[in-house]
């Protein structure tokens, strides 16, 4: 799932090696269409260590002699590197059990009973693929394979879990931001509207 298209996975084999040598994973690869293509490239330090915008930049500037050699897409085109963020894709076998209790939601690329899209919770993620506990309380079985997508849900624990790694970028303290006035008044002006003649 990391690359859907085979110019996707053409792409990825180009990308893929110089991110290794930066100590960098790819995490998923688009292009989407319009009359600028836009090829966007999530990736992470190898094993979800924290991930700056410098790694991105990084990433992105040894990229780019490598795509303009092998000439991949053959108009002018937008490179957007990203890191996954907190409510990241799960792309990869090994993505699920690296979340197992966070909410997720899948959407399958076959139907199970006329069923693609599923929300729940992981439970584990073996050889037979990721373990969800949905919310009607059945489990879905599906290995990364079988999904067209999948990502974690934004919640507070997960807010936690990441600040916990390391992968939260840092907030303002409440404290310093008590020091602030927010004038709560509502504004006197009035608003007029009216037909024009």
Request: proline share 6%.
């Amino acid at each position: 799932m990391i690359a859907l298209t085979e110019q996707e996975r053409r792409l990825l084999d180009i990308i893929r090696p110089v991110a290794d040598r930066l100590g960098m994973e790819v995490v998923r690869l688009r292009v989407s269409g319009g009359r600028r293509p836009h090829l966007q490239v999530m990736a992470e330090k190898a094993g979800g260590a924290p991930t700056d915008v410098e790694d991105c930049a990084r990433l992105s500037r040894a990229m780019g002699p490598v795509l303009e050699e092998a000439d991949p897409i053959s108009e002018a085109y937008i490179l957007e590197v990203s890191t996954p963020g907190i409510d990241r894709p799960l792309t990869r076998p090994g993505d699920f059990a690296r979340w197992i209790g966070h909410a997720v939601r899948i959407e399958l690329a076959r139907p199970i009973d006329g069923r693609r899209r599923f929300t729940g919770t992981i439970v584990s993620e073996g050889e037979d693929g990721a373990h969800i506990e949905l919310d009607d309380e059945t489990e879905l079985v599906a290995a990364v394979h079988e999904m067209s997508r999948a990502s974690l849900v934004l919640t507070d624990e997960l807010i936690e879990a990441a600040r916990a790694s390391g992968n939260l970028p840092p907030q303002p303290d409440e404290d310093l931001l008590d020091d602030f006035e927010i004038d709560e008044s509502e504004d006197d002006t009035e608003e007029e509207t009216g037909d024009l003649q």
